[in-house]
């Protein structure tokens, strides 16, 4: 059965205090890693999405990578407006469907 | 461009009523789901459509009934509310499967209580 688990469940930076946020995964065989942003009462917002190990994609202040276990969403020098959940999603060469992690709650202070 | 639009953004119902949540997109996608989110579960997957006239059961089908008789919509049914159906709802809708057009666009989901 696919597995999605992020870690921390939450994170508390000052701005300009670079972090990471760490996405494990358990697939059969990955058809690609998905990462998005939640703001409070809004729906999931799309950021990247990486399809194989060594693969790597930058915004802004974030860049995710990808290893065969694993994703990383690095934030260099956040800002209080990244304050938002951090969702990672996976979907598998079986399935038509995307299996979501609980999220990273991620608080930006000034 | 509206992108994903669901109605109503707020709703309370007592037990056993029914009720349907209507999902709305203009991006001409063929694939759209309904998800449910609660706290500490992450996003589930209750029902999917891979085009217009087709819906398939996701992980949490029961007590959900959808249906999918034009593209651009995709219709969420509740016939008992139950208090376990209490959740926030998502529509999200995607052009396909393959490569980029496996992204997944949500819209600003359903609040609903059941009393």
């Known amino acids: 059965e696919d597995q999605v688990t992020q870690s921390p469940e939450a994170l508390r930076l000052q701005e300009g205090e670079s972090s990471s946020l760490n996405c494990s995964y358990t697939v059969s065989g990955l058809r690609g890693l998905f990462w998005y942003r939640q703001d409070p009462g809004k729906g999931p917002e799309f950021l990247f999405t990486?399809?194989?190990a060594g693969e790597e994609k930058e915004k802004e202040r974030l860049k995710a990578t990808l290893t065969k276990k694993e994703s990383f969403l690095h934030i260099t020098a956040p800002k209080p407006e990244d304050s938002a959940t951090y969702l990672c999603a996976v979907r598998d060469t079986g399935f038509q469907k995307l299996v979501f992690g609980t999220g990273t709650r991620l608080l930006v202070s000034p | 461009n509206a992108g994903v639009t669901q109605t109503p953004k707020f709703r309370v119902l007592k037990t056993g009523q029914s009720m349907t949540l209507l999902c709305a997109q203009d991006?001409?996608?063929?694939?759209m789901y309904w998800y449910r989110q609660d706290p500490g579960m992450g996003l589930r997957l209750i029902h999917y459509?891979?085009?217009?006239?087709?819906?398939a059961k996701g992980e949490v089908p029961d007590g959900y009934n959808v249906s999918r008789l034009k593209k651009q919509n995709f219709l969420l049914g509740l016939e008992s509310a139950a208090p376990s159906q209490t959740s926030v709802y998502f529509c999200a809708s995607s052009p396909g499967l393959a490569g980029a057009k496996n992204i997944q666009y949500f819209g600003a989901g359903t609040r609903l209580s059941v009393l």
């Open positions: 990486l399809y194989s």
């Open positions: 459509s891979v085009g217009e006239g087709t819906t």
């Open positions: 991006m001409n996608h063929e694939y």
